[in-house]
């Protein structure tokens, strides 16, 4: 069997788990028609990837708290707001993640996009992304590696993104200045403003304690930001503000 039909046999292997909770190696076997030798291939692999858990004679889903294992071990908080803005992406979209640990938690709700086309300045994204069992297209910026913010930037890196064209940029911040867009510790901030350049959609993901922190380094002024989202903890008056800007504002659930 060809690597398409092997994806497409895995991908309704955990549609089928999703929707029972488990599984049997005899039950995937009858059903997709295939050894039960392969199967057990097929449940090797899911489970190395963090989609399922094997038991004796087949497969269980994987509970919440052992999912956010796999993730990482993202802060719930910044899980939350990954996964709001995951909804977001559409089938064989192209994006750019840009480094960051609220960033970092969109890795996992890819699994059920199809045809990506990913872009990243960050190793530890590039990795997770190459382990995903959708095989979304990968691509890395290059460029100078920058230990602060532990990514790629420079000039080589800007070249490399303006050879595209992106539907969709997913950034972080370290603060919001309301008057002025996000900030940044950083002052490497050109590839960040290249990355908005390139994108139709500019997607600013970060918790909302980060409001009011006073950051000096700009990094995308509010007429760059097309979405921002955050937690529900954002007073309405702050999300009033933005709005004017003409940002659209989605608050995921806060979870401590």
């Given at each position: 069997m060809n690597k398409r039909n092997t994806q497409q046999r895995r991908?309704?292997?955990?549609?089928l788990l999703n929707s029972q909770g488990e599984v049997s190696v005899d039950e995937l076997s009858l059903r997709f028609e295939t050894?039960?030798?392969t199967i057990r291939k097929d449940l090797a692999t899911l489970e190395k990837t963090g989609l399922l858990l094997r038991r004796y004679g087949g497969a269980v889903a994987i509970p919440d708290e052992v999912t956010q294992a796999f993730s990482s071990k993202i802060a719930p908080n910044k899980l939350s707001i990954a996964k709001a803005a995951a909804e977001l992406i559409n089938d064989h979209n192209c994006i750019i993640i840009d480094s960051g640990s609220t960033t970092s938690g969109l890795i996992q709700q890819l699994n059920h996009k199809r045809g990506l086309l990913v872009m990243t300045n960050?190793?530890?994204l590039a990795n997770?992304?190459?382990?995903l069992e959708n095989e979304p297209t990968l691509l890395m910026t290059g460029g100078t590696w920058d230990p602060h913010s532990e990514s790629f930037q420079g000039q080589i890196a800007e070249q490399v993104l303006r050879s595209y064209?992106?539907?969709q940029l997913f950034?972080?911040?370290?603060?919001?200045?309301?008057?002025?867009?996000?900030?940044?510790f950083n002052e490497l901030t050109g590839l960040s403003k290249v990355m908005a350049e390139v994108s139709r959609d500019?997607?600013?993901m970060l918790e909302s304690d980060k409001f009011g922190r006073r950051i000096p380094n700009l990094e995308l002024p509010w007429s760059n930001i097309s979405v921002l989202v955050t937690d529900d903890k954002?007073?309405?008056e702050t999300v009033a503000t933005i709005t004017e800007y003409g940002v659209r504002v989605i608050l995921a659930p806060h979870k401590e």
């Open positions: 991908h309704s292997i955990i549609s050894s039960e030798v960050s190793l530890q997770a992304i190459h382990e064209n992106f539907d950034i972080g911040a370290d603060g919001i200045d309301l008057a002025r867009g996000t900030t940044t500019v997607i600013v954002l007073p309405a």
